[in-house]
């Protein structure tokens, strides 16, 4: 794997040379600054056949698409469809579904599949494929609770009437969430999708897709095998060096590290992920303040975490009570509970976790409100640790409420009424909210990265 | 227990027991010398680990001023100390710091003990820990244990402190190296030593199979719920007695091993030496157990020069000698019988006469006295005379054959009681007590008449002068109620009793009063009662005798019971002419 990396930087390396010659100073721009509305950095020509992009963090697969890191979202946008998409400025444009209607007024609404929708494996995607992958969300009577969803049906060869608890007078934009989007399971590694790429290749750092399509290889202008490699914050200066086409990082330091070079174009993306504290219900104690001290927040933004952040605002779109209402949650109340869990693959969750362990029972600004929250849970009088737990151990963390709290990151922005990624009985608190830079060599198809209405960055969709 | 037993046991206890005594000794030797060993190796690795402690904390001194004197001359970190929008720069140093130093532990605190800067645990600033500086300056003539939180747990070093002044201001700087397992482990290479480090809070006993070398150190426990203080840890080195233990078992092994080949060695020599030695000697006794005086050509002769050889030719002589006195025995054996055999003739011929002789004794009488009844008495004694001549007749028989073979019929004991009694001369001293329907005996009339003749004499003699009785009682089976008997009633015997009043006989008497020629009367010839016996063995009946000085006699004879059916005499199942 190493020499394969380092022929890769060699090749990488060559082309930075050959490209950054008498190109002018990297100008560090807003987003959208393109003329077209969505684009993050003006289109420079046609991407390379061999497109190359790098992380500061790593992606994993992740059996429910969109609950993943930064980075797991944005190679999970490449990979897998939902029915719709948003774009970054809320219009509906088609995925899976070429078209939709309702005829009732919005109770249901009845999409049509396009017919070049496949997975990987060139099966065709049909209406019970869709509903199969939402199953995984069913609890009670609803399909999808936290999307306001009852049920879904197959109307036809190519048709899925999906039935609100609610008045839909649009097409739902919650069938946009990338939690919709259509898997199926396998065996290991990443679920089966319907996307344009598929993986082909994946090792320790790194992971390369395929356009698999043959139908419409190549006939946008499109990559025909994207390489993700995945690098710590050395080593994304070492692939800055190397001439990667584009990184995408939240690392301040590896940003600076970018802007004082020459060859790169620095775009901010939008502020994309709010960290949370999730303190579970201990059963037989109120909900802690959800209002930590004045310069809380800001402190923790600006001194505890090493990425740009700032002090995190309630988001109106979250509905938290959609959340938190879990019938029939009763706490263990035998738990025992010492740590603050994060999940591992995500650095900002762990650096926020190590700083919220030192509040507690310390006179430190913010102290008395932590240790409070951590009260409420049940934990008073020990000190807790920060634990990193894999994705699936976190969830399953998550779902018993057994630890002393939670750090984790959602969507800034949700087209759900419960942005968590499954219900849990207690009180959260937005901490910070971050955003990532895209690094982008010009000419090497920065320009063709547009935005989502969550901000991820992607590819110009080829349909 | 055999010759080879003896032989095994001495050979197995002249080797095993030196050898036991060989085991212990060694054994002792072994755990005196290997404890010894094992203790000095443990002290020295402590003295050892002590120095290395010293020698890290000197090294960790050096470190630490080297870093304060950086931070000192480090213009940023002076400037993010006191420009908040730097803050970040003094956040970060001391984890760059102490990854640059190579130590597990570095903390910058102020003089009011909040933390500026924490390398092992970066999000630890602003909190305030103002114990653990007093406590490592009161630890600061040597090495001191610091135990510390982190994000994840906790670690313990070994920390130093030391200061810097900025801005007028002391700032303290904790300095430490990692002080875990694999810090212990590269202390020593040896896989039966083991070092571990107990903190005040470890509860765990150290094992009694383990010598243990402990040392202390100063320890603070800075990640504890509330105040710290200064207390004491200890580093434990410990060797384990394994090694030991397997020796042990090593020797016990080869001395099983040992006693085992030797046990068998003693085994295999003791058959040897007794297949050599005992089997000789088994010979000479198995021939020496066949000499019997009607067996002495049994042959002795060996031709060995040892022990056994002349044990042997001894007993050859000894056989020789022996047989030629066997012979001489035999001759005057005899010689003796002819002898006997003369007594006894003139014993039963005399006895065959004494009724004839008072018949006629009686018939003189009655011719003196009334000739008229002299025919009337010669017919009522003449059957007395017939059957003292037939007796003489069948007498004379016996002896012509010398050796007679004693006739066994059907006899009527009764018959022969009422002939003897008629035959003796002081018949009203004799009482006859005859049981009736008295199954018959097997046994020749003529020897019970020769018995009840001897006893019934004797029996009379023994009375004394004008008094007394003989009692002759007959019984059948179990009808002698003091004399009850076990068998069952068809094979019981009949019983002949011959009781008197007279004189009785002594214990020393009643010993000898079979032997022959033994006797107490001034004529007597010592047979009668030997006669007696030998005719009652002969018969394969029994006899006993109850007699007390002053008390009388009792003779009791059991005859067998004749095997014929109807044998009954005077019931109704009497044979016919019996």
């Known amino acids: ?463 | 227990m055999t010759f080879r037993t003896r032989l095994f046991l001495s050979y197995a206890g002249v080797v095993l027991v030196p050898l036991a005594v060989l085991l212990f000794g060694v054994r002792r030797e072994v755990d005196r010398r290997l404890t010894f060993q094992v203790r000095e190796r443990v002290s020295a690795l402590a003295s050892i680990i002590r120095t290395d402690l010293r020698e890290q904390s000197a090294a960790l001194t050096s470190r630490l001023n080297a870093l304060s004197r950086e931070a000192a001359s480090d213009n940023s970190f002076r400037l993010a100390l006191r420009a908040p929008a730097e803050r970040r720069y003094l956040l970060d140093y001391a984890g760059s710091a102490m990854r640059r130093a190579g130590m597990a532990l570095l903390q910058l605190q102020d003089s009011a003990g909040r933390i500026l800067s924490s390398g092992h645990f970066r999000n630890e600033y602003d909190r305030s820990e103002p114990q653990v500086v007093p406590l490592l300056a009161r630890a600061k003539d040597g090495p001191a244990l610091l135990r510390a939180r982190t994000p994840e747990g906790f670690v313990v070093v070994l920390a130093r402190l030391d200061s810097i002044q900025v801005f007028g201001q002391r700032l303290w700087v904790i300095g430490g190296l990692r002080i875990d397992r694999g810090w212990l482990n590269r202390l020593y290479r040896d896989p039966e030593i083991a070092v571990t480090l107990r903190l005040p809070d470890d509860s765990g006993a150290v094992g009694d199979s383990v010598i243990v070398s402990p040392f202390s150190l100063p320890y603070i426990d800075a990640a504890r719920e509330g105040e710290s203080r200064l207390d004491t840890a200890q580093v434990v080195v410990m060797h384990s007695l394994a090694p030991l233990a397997r020796l042990r078992r090593d020797v016990n092994l080869w001395f099983a091993i040992v006693a085992l080949a030797t046990a068998a060695a003693a085994l295999a020599l003791a058959g040897w030496m007794a297949a050599h030695i005992g089997g000789p000697l088994e010979e000479l006794a198995e021939k020496t157990s066949q000499i019997d005086l009607d067996r002495l050509n049994v042959q002795f002769e060996s031709d060995g020069e040892d022990e056994v050889g002349a044990l042997s030719r001894l007993l050859g002589q000894m056989t020789e000698r022996l047989r030629a006195g066997s012979a001489r025995l035999r001759e005057a054996e005899r010689r003796a019988t002819v002898g006997d055999l003369a007594r006894q003739l003139n014993h039963d011929v005399k006895n065959g006469l004494v009724p004839i002789r008072n018949v006629f004794r009686h018939l003189a009488q009655v011719a003196r006295e009334s000739p008229a009844d002299l025919p009337a008495v010669l017919l009522e004694r003449q059957r007395t005379v017939e059957a003292g001549i037939e007796y003489l007749e069948n007498l004379a028989r016996n002896y012509a054959r010398l050796s007679p073979e004693l006739g066994r019929q059907p006899c009527d004991l009764n018959a022969v009681i009422a002939e003897v009694a008629a035959g003796t001369a002081s018949q009203d001293r004799l009482r006859l007590a005859l049981a009736p329907s008295l199954p018959r005996i097997a046994a020749d009339p003529l020897v019970v008449r020769r018995i009840l003749e001897n006893l019934v004499s004797n029996a009379v003699e023994s009375l004394p002068q004008g008094s007394g009785t003989v009692t002759i009682a007959t019984f059948n089976g179990d009808a002698d109620p003091r004399q009850p008997t076990a068998e069952s009633h068809e094979s019981r015997p009949i019983r002949l009793t011959v009781t008197d009043t007279g004189r009785g006989m002594t214990e020393e008497q009643l010993e000898r009063a079979f032997e022959d020629f033994y006797t107490t009367k001034a004529a007597g010839t010592g047979l009668g009662l030997s006669i007696v016996r030998r005719l009652v063995l002969d018969l394969n009946g029994s006899m006993r005798v109850e007699t007390a000085p002053g008390s009388g006699t009792r003779f009791i004879i059991d005859f067998p019971v004749a095997e014929t059916a109807g044998r009954r005499v005077g019931g109704s199942s009497l044979e016919p002419g019996s």
């Open chain 1, 1 to 463: 794997m190493r020499a394969r990396l380092d022929l890769i930087l060699h090749i990488l390396l060559g082309a930075s040379l050959a490209a950054c010659h008498g190109r002018p100073a990297p100008v560090a721009t807003a987003v959208p600054t393109s003329p077209d509305r969505c684009a993050v950095l003006p289109d420079s020509g046609s991407l390379p056949k061999h497109f190359v992009v790098a992380f500061t963090d790593s992606a994993t697969p992740d059996p429910l698409p969109g609950s993943g890191n930064r980075t797991t979202q944005i190679v999970s946008r490449f990979l897998y469809d939902p029915l719709i998409r948003l774009t970054c400025d809320d219009a509906v444009v088609p995925a899976l579904a070429e078209s939709w209607a309702t005829e009732d007024g919005g109770r249901s609404w009845t999409f049509t599949l396009r017919t070049s929708a496949r997975f990987w494996d060139g099966y065709g995607v049909r209406p019970a494929d869709i509903v199969a992958a939402w199953t995984r969300y069913q609890s009670g009577d609803l399909l999808v609770p936290w999307a306001g969803i009852r049920f879904a049906r197959e109307v036809g060869e190519r048709s899925l009437a999906v039935y609100s608890d609610s008045l839909w007078t649009t097409v739902p934009p919650v069938l946009a969430d990338p939690r919709l989007a259509v898997t199926r399971p396998t065996r290991s590694g990443w679920p089966m999708g319907t996307g344009p790429y598929r993986p082909i290749v994946e090792e320790e750092d790194s992971l390369e897709l395929e356009w698999w399509n043959p139908a419409i290889r190549g006939r946008q202008g499109l990559p025909g095998s994207v390489l993700f490699l995945w690098a710590n914050r050395t080593g994304a200066r070492d692939l800055l060096d190397a001439g990667v086409d584009m990184m995408i990082t939240d690392d301040a330091s590896v940003q600076q590290y970018a802007e004082a070079r020459s060859g790169y174009t620095v775009a901010t993306l939008p502020w994309d992920r709010t960290y949370v504290l999730f303190v579970p219900s201990s059963g037989n104690a109120g909900p802690p303040s959800q209002t930590p001290p004045a310069g809380f927040l800001g402190g923790l933004a600006r001194e505890a975490v090493s990425v740009e952040a700032r002090a995190a605002e309630p988001k109106n779109g979250w509905q938290l009570e959609a959340c938190t209402s879990v019938p029939g949650f009763q706490a263990d109340p035998s738990r025992q509970l010492r740590r603050v869990v994060y999940p591992s693959d995500d650095q900002t969750a762990r650096e926020l976790a190590q700083r919220l362990v030192t509040f507690a029972g310390t006179p430190v600004q913010g102290g008395e409100w932590l240790s409070d929250a951590f009260r409420a849970a049940g934990n008073a009088r020990t000190f807790p640790f920060a634990a990193g737990l894999d994705r699936a151990a976190w969830r399953r963390a998550l779902a018993r409420g057994d630890e002393t709290a939670y750090v984790f990151a959602v969507p800034s922005r949700s087209v759900a009424r419960c942005v968590l990624p499954q219900p849990a009985v207690g009180a959260w608190v937005p901490l910070i909210e971050t955003r990532a830079r895209l690094i982008a060599r010009p000419g090497a198809g920065g320009g063709a990265m547009y935005l989502d209405w969550n901000g991820t960055p992607h590819l110009r969709d080829p349909r």
